[in-house]
Structures are given as structure tokens and as C-alpha cells.
């Protein structure tokens, strides 16, 4: 690229040195008209043709090197300008050539009046563009040639004469661009002017259609008849100059009209050029368009629009839904309602009229429809409240705070058990439960539904509790006892008809139970009272009191019956047996031991027989041992002489001998493993308890040894 730009620099000078050429203006050899218009191929040409190393300037700006003497390019609005070459090989220079490009972004209009001129007669011609420019120049042409002294938009032609027929063209010409009008044909005549048509050649509909036929004679004793066409088809004959439709026009109005010229008693007629007459619509077909979806309660807003209006009128407009007209004539364009409604639902369209005339133009018809709100999720409420006293009446609310009527409702109850549906048209129903009972306690829900809503929304689940006040407590065992043996267990059971969520209470001689002891407890549910290993001191009289709470801090309650328990009596003298085994072992030992002391002194024994406690007979004895019955003492052990035992008065205590003055030593052989338990026994003949153990007697000391 460096060493491109240096040998720019090296050919500049070189052209500088050589400026004594001849210079040559450079040729356009295409096109071959005078103007250059956008798009255009433009060809330039540096001298002679020829095979040479060419350089083009334009505006004193290096812009091309060519290796011919011919420049190519496509024409833009940036082509025009001063353009000028330089070749070597030999050494020529051309001179300077201004290139004018001819756009077509502004219109030029060129009007001609008459353009079928008589000898003689003036020619007015006037050049326009869209706004005035302060610089620039106007340019007039004829038949393609520039008319000299002539750079203002207007020029007249005072004289007509037959030379003066031609075609003419004005331009507008700004720097190195330039606009031409469309080319005007004028014709010089004879006898009378070829006749010219004149109307407006764009009108609006509803408006009246005047078109007017002129033909110019410097002959005042010729007179004229006129006919007129459109589209080739007669429209009226021998018609003077002036013709007028009968009826507003129309958008089939537009077409292409002539007229025709005869000079009467002359044989002779002209027609005139055509001229396409326009009648423009003056407001397009109203479109009717709404503000999309709407529901109920929110605004509708339909609206007529008139895409174009170039006649500039006042339109008024109305409105219509299913045929009926909702509103007068008026300048607005919307039809709004705050508040829809599913009535309003329908197919509207709009009549759009002009006020200066009766043309009207209806829109299609579109479909509205107003939508139901959907209903929002319901809300599911239990009155008084979710806690109901058995026997009273529960009312069940199922609400949605917003929803199109009418509404769908449906109660469940679990397990989706459709209790009860309704049709409304309020937004909160109620279903009643009366004299609620225990098979109404459950979980409920509601569902709503509507047009909008499918499929219909569910509720939070709600609880209904039903209450049911205690009644009938009852105490009572679970072995049905009232007399408890040392050490077993009683259960005591507080037992209701009915009640829901019960709390117990328990008392003990009327004084309160709680479960912080280790000799007893209660179960879970606080229904059951348990003591597992009964002593004297768990004796007295039981009861239960049932509670429970109802609504508004409304309490319930039930007490049951005394349950009396106690411990066994003979049991309790067990214990006190096992109490004193330990004083009667002693004892049995220390008379054991003076037994054997003294039967070692007296050189004889005894036998001893067991009889068994409480029975009618005796074991017999050999004849040769047999003693007498009075030799003998059985005691029955109930209680013990000379010992005092706490607790047992000595009304319980019997010992039962055969004389009072009788000596005996008692032995006996006990159970030391049940000393606990509970012992049978039979009745004496004087009706004395005794157990089942014989214990033996000695012999009684004779008088004589004391």
C-alpha cells in the first residue's frame, strides 16, 4: 500500500509537468441522450480511443486510473461533478467537462395553456416544483434541445406560429443534479384548435363530475357540437361545451374520457386528447378492532378506524351490535362500556359517513365476546366454629371472593363423597348439617366451578370435630374383685357410655391420684388405674371423674361410682406368719434341745401321733403303746400365746388345749418358700380356723416327777 501511494505522488508531479498538452474535452459516449439519470451506465472518453494508461480526476480528486482512455461507471446522486483525465503514451491532457445527473426524488410538473394553440394565439407555460428553492436555476428544452435565455419558471409564447410546434420539457437544476419535467406536446393550428377536455383529473367520491370540452377558432361564425366518451363508450352527443353527471360519482366513475369537436356546416371534427379522470374513494372501508380479551366487569373498547381520509372530511360515526344501533352519529371513533357484561357479548360493526355528503361505508362484522371471570379457589368455613356439640346444627360456607356467575358448588366429605352441589348465582353458598353427630365428624371440602373454570378448584380441606359430652362413668375391676391378696395386681377401669377426647381424674379416698408414683400408674389414655403388687395400704374407696371441653370454654363432666378394695385378711395373717417364722424357729430349737436333755434323764420316750387338723378320727396305736387320748394335746395354730404381734388384736388369736394345766413342747416342720401364700383350710369342730399342718405333742409330766 506504501508503495502504491509513492507512485501516485510520482505520476501527480509528472502530470504537473507536463500541463503543456493539448488538452481535449472529455466525450460521454453513453448514453447517447443528454440525460444522465440514476442507474445509468456512464462511459467517458479521454482523447482518441486507444489502449493507454489513463488518469481521471473529478473535482480536482484523484477517483480512477484506467489502462484505456474510456471511464465506466453507474450513475448515483453522487456521480455528478467536474470531471477531467490525464494519459500518457503520448502525453495528453484533457480538459475539464461538467457532468450533470438528472434524479427523479422530486417531481417537476410543466403546465401549457393552450396546448393546441391557433397561429397567433399566446402560449403560457409555467414550470413547478414542490417548494421554492433559494438556490438553483430553472432550464427550458424543446424537442430535446436547451432554449437559451430562458432560466425562469415561466415563459410565454406571444405569438403562435407553426415553428412553435414542439415538444417542451422545464427542469430544475441544483449543483450537479437536475429534474425534468414530463415532455408537453404543443400543436399550432389552422381553422379551429384540436378541442382540449378539462376537469379535475382527481376527484373524491360523492362529489360531482364536471368535464368541459374546448375548441379555439380565430373563425367567430363557426360553432361547435360536443360529444363525450369514456372508456370508448358514448357518455352524451351534441352536447354543448359543459357536461355534467346527474349523480355523485363513484369509484366506477373513474376511467379514461374524450371529447369530440365539430365545427357545424363545416364537415369538420376533432377529438381531443384522452384524459384519465380519477375519482379517488374519500375515506377507505372503516376496520372495526377491539381490545382483545375482556371479562366481565372490565371495560370494553371497540373502535372504527379509517386507515385513510384524503379528501380531509369530517367522518362521523355509529355502531352496531347484532343489527341494533347502539349510539347516534358522532365524531367518535371508540364505542366503550366501563363495566361488560355477557350481554354485551355479539357482532358489532361500525358506519362511518361523510358529513358533506351522503357517502356512507360499512366495516366488516367481528365477533366480540365477553368472557367469564374465572372463579379464584375457594374458601371452605365451618360456623360456630370446627368443634360442634353433638345434637346441634353446623353450618358449612363454601365462598369465592371473584367468579362470573353462575357458579357451581359441590360439598365432599372424605373420602370424595359428594354431599351436596348447587347452582348460584351468589358467590358464597351454605349447607346446613342438623343435629350434627358423630358420623358427620370428618374432613370436608368444596369445589366451584364455572364457564371459565374447568375443571372446577378445590378448597383447603377442613376438620369438622363433632363433641360428645362425657357421660355415664362407671368404675369397675378387671378381675372383679374386691378383695385383693398381698402382692397381686389390680386394674381398675373407668369406663364411659360415651364422650369424645375424655380426660380422667382419680381419687383415693377423695383425695387426687397422680401418676408420679412407683406402685402405681396409668395407662395412655388415662382411663385405666394399675397397681402391681397390692399392699394394705393401697386399700380404700376408688372413683374416676371424666372430663371434656366444648366450645366457648364449655366444660363437661361425669363421676362414677365408689369401688371399695381391700386386703385379704388372711393374707395379711400370712404376713404376719412369715413376720414371726423366725421367733418359732428359734423357739422349736430351744425346746428340741431340753426335750433331748431331759428324756436322757427319765430313760424313756414317747411316740407321738398326728392327728390331722379338724378331722373326726385319730390314727390308731399298737395295743401294747396305746395312751390315752387325755395324754395328748393338739394345738391349732391360728395365732401365737405370749406373742404380740402389731396389728392383730388377741380376739384373733386361739390356741386350743386339752386341759389347762397341761405341759407340752410344740415342733413343727414349715414351708419356708410360701410363707406368702394363701393356705386352705377346714373348720374345727368349734368352728376355729387351723391350717393343714399336724404338729405333735410329748407326753405330759407326771406329778410325781415334778
Known amino acids: 500500500m506504501k508503495s502504491i501511494g509513492l507512485f501516485q505522488i510520482f505520476l501527480h508531479l509528472l502530470f504537473q509537468r507536463t500541463r503543456q498538452a493539448h488538452g481535449i474535452e472529455p466525450q460521454i459516449i453513453c448514453p447517447r441522450n443528454s440525460v444522465i439519470q440514476e442507474g445509468d451506465t456512464l462511459k467517458l472518453q479521454c482523447g482518441y480511443s486507444g489502449k493507454r494508461h489513463c488518469y481521471w480526476y473529478k473535482n480536482n480528486r484523484y477517483v480512477k486510473y484506467t489502462d484505456t482512455s474510456i471511464y465506466e461507471m453507474v450513475v448515483d446522486r453522487q456521480s455528478g461533478g467536474i470531471y477531467r483525465c490525464h494519459c500518457y503514451s503520448p502525453n495528453q491532457r484533457c480538459d475539464s467537462m461538467k457532468v450533470v445527473i438528472t434524479a427523479t426524488d422530486m417531481k417537476v410538473s410543466l403546465q401549457i395553456e393552450p396546448r393546441a394553440a391557433l397561429r397567433s394565439e399566446k402560449i403560457h407555460m409555467k414550470c413547478e416544483i414542490p417548494r421554492p428553492r433559494r438556490r438553483g436555476s430553472f432550464f427550458w428544452l424543446k424537442n430535446g434541445n436547451v432554449m437559451s435565455g430562458s432560466f425562469e419558471p415561466k415563459k410565454t409564447i406571444l405569438l403562435a406560429e407553426k415553428t412553435d410546434e414542439a415538444q417542451y420539457r422545464c427542469g430544475f437544476e441544483f449543483g450537479y443534479s437536475q429534474w425534468l419535467s414530463p415532455a408537453v406536446n404543443v400543436t399550432v393550428t389552422e381553422l379551429f384548435s384540436k378541442p382540449e377536455l378539462k376537469s379535475e383529473t382527481e376527484i373524491f367520491e360523492g362529489e360531482y363530475l364536471s368535464v368541459e370540452c374546448i375548441a379555439k377558432t380565430d373563425d367567430s361564425g363557426i360553432h361547435f357540437q360536443y360529444s363525450f366518451w369514456k372508456n370508448n363508450e358514448t357518455l352524451a352527443v ?40 380519477s375519482v379517488e374513494e374519500a375515506f377507505s372501508k372503516p376496520t372495526l378492532s377491539d381490545n382483545g380479551q375482556v371479562f366481565v366487569g372490565q371495560q370494553l373498547k371497540v373502535t372504527c378506524e379509517v386507515k385513510r381520509n384524503p379528501s380531509r372530511s ?33 357482532t358489532y360493526l361500525c358506519e362511518v359517513m361523510k358529513t358533506e355528503s351522503s357517502v356512507t361505508k360499512r366495516s366488516d362484522g367481528i365477533s366480540v365476546k365477553i368472557h367469564p371471570n374465572p372463579v379464584s379457589t375457594p374458601q371452605l368455613t365451618i360456623n360456630p366454629g370446627n368443634g360442634i356439640i353433638e345434637g346441634e346444627t353446623a353450618w358449612l360456607s ?58 372446577p378448584l378445590q378448597s383447603d380441606h377442613i376438620v369438622l370435630s363433632v363433641i360428645v359430652p362425657v357421660v355415664g362413668a362407671s368404675l369397675v375391676s378387671k378381675d372383679n374383685l374386691t378383695v385383693i391378696a398381698a402382692g397381686d395386681c389390680l386394674v381398675l377401669q373407668c369406663q364411659l357410655k360415651k364422650g369424645t377426647a375424655p380426660r380422667f381424674l382419680w381419687y383415693r379416698d377423695n383425695l387426687p391420684l397422680t401418676n408420679n408414683s412407683e406402685s402405681y400408674h396409668f395407662n395412655d389414655e388415662g382411663n385405666e388405674f394399675v397397681v402391681h403388687s397390692f399392699e394394705a395400704h393401697h386399700g380404700g374407696r376408688y372413683q374416676c371423674v371424666a372430663i371434656n371441653r366444648g366450645i366457648d370454654e364449655m366444660m363437661f363432666n361425669t363421676t362414677s361410682n365408689y369401688f371399695e378394695v381391700a386386703l385379704s385378711v388372711r393374707s395379711y395373717s400370712t404376713e404376719v406368719a412369715a413376720s414371726v417364722f423366725p421367733l418359732l424357729l428359734i423357739t422349736g430349737v430351744i425346746a428340741v434341745i431340753g426335750f433331748k436333755l431331759r428324756q436322757k434323764k427319765q430313760g424313756n420316750s414317747s411316740k407321738v401321733l398326728q392327728p390331722q387338723c379338724g378331722a373326726t378320727e385319730t390314727r390308731s396305736q399298737p395295743a401294747s403303746q396305746e395312751l390315752s387320748p387325755a395324754n395328748f394335746e393338739f394345738a391349732v395354730i391360728g395365732s401365737f ?40 383350710t377346714t373348720e374345727m369342730e368349734d368352728g376355729s380356723g387351723a391350717d393343714t399342718n399336724v404338729y405333735e405333742n410329748l407326753p405330759r409330766r407326771e406329778e410325781n416327777e415334778k
Open 398 to 455: 363454601c365462598s369465592v371472593p371473584s367468579g362470573t356467575p353462575p357458579i357451581k358448588y359441590h360439598f365432599h366429605k372424605e373420602p370424595s363423597v359428594e354431599i351436596y352441589q348447587h347452582i348460584s348465582n351468589l358467590t358464597s353458598i351454605t349447607y346446613e348439617i342438623g343435629n350434627v353427630i358423630i358420623y358427620d365428624e370428618g374432613s370436608y371440602y368444596c369445589m366451584a366451578g364455572n364457564q371459565a373454570t374447568d375443571p
Open 314 to 346: 369530517s367522518l362521523r360515526y355509529v355502531f352496531f351490535r347484532k343489527g341494533q344501533a347502539l349510539n347516534s352519529p358522532s365524531i367518535g371513533k371508540s364505542y366503550i362500556v366501563a363495566h361488560a357484561q355477557l350481554e354485551d357479548s355479539g
Open 238 to 277: 351534441n352536447q354543448v361545451q359543459h357536461f355534467v353527471l346527474k349523480k355523485p360519482a363513484s369509484l366506477n366513475d373513474s376511467g379514461l374520457y374524450h371529447c369530440e369537436a365539430n365545427a357545424l356546416h363545416r364537415g369538420v371534427g376533432k377529438k381531443s386528447e384522452v384524459m384519465h379522470i
Open 641 to 680: 400365746p405370749n406373742i404380740d404381734i402389731g396389728g392383730v388384736s388377741s380376739e384373733d388369736r386361739r390356741i386350743s388345749t386339752g386341759e389347762p394345766n397341761d405341759y407340752c413342747i410344740i415342733y413343727a416342720t414349715l414351708n419356708h418358700k410360701k410363707v406368702t401364700e394363701r393356705l386352705d
